[in-house]
């Protein structure tokens, strides 16, 4: 059974940075484009990020463009989201998931994924 593990959340002041982690076991993340999303309350959730598998091609949702950088190790069958100058805005819960593709069509589609985390609570706060 595939699984994806999320972790890094936590409570991280305005301007501060954090860095998630996306683990995957049963299965290799190689193939796989990977995607992260996130959930404020009362928001649906909205794509923050995506890496291919075919050539590491990365893409960002405009609020986070700059701020955030997506990257992968396979040896470590991890991809991670690395997450500086944090704005209040970006508290959610943050989720991994895979795309049974190299790339997604549109990457920032919650339907273009199949497996999914549990998701890992980011808190932005003063």
């Known amino acids: 059974q595939v699984q994806l593990v999320e972790s890094g959340g936590g409570l991280v002041q305005p301007g501060g940075s954090l860095r998630l982690s996306c683990a995957a076991s049963?299965?290799?993340?190689?193939?796989?484009?990977i995607g992260w999303f996130r959930q404020a309350p009362g928001k649906e959730r909205e794509g923050v990020s995506c890496i291919s598998s075919r050539d590491g091609s990365t893409y960002y949702a405009d609020s986070v463009k700059g701020r955030f950088t997506i990257s992968r190790d396979n040896a470590k069958n991890t991809v991670y989201l690395q997450m500086n100058s944090l704005k209040p805005e970006d508290t959610a819960v943050y989720y991994c998931a895979t795309a049974p593709q190299s790339r997604p069509s549109i990457w920032y589609l919650v339907h273009e994924y199949d497996y999914w985390g549990q998701g890992t609570q980011v808190t932005v706060s003063s």
């Open positions: 049963r299965f290799t993340l190689d193939y796989y484009a």
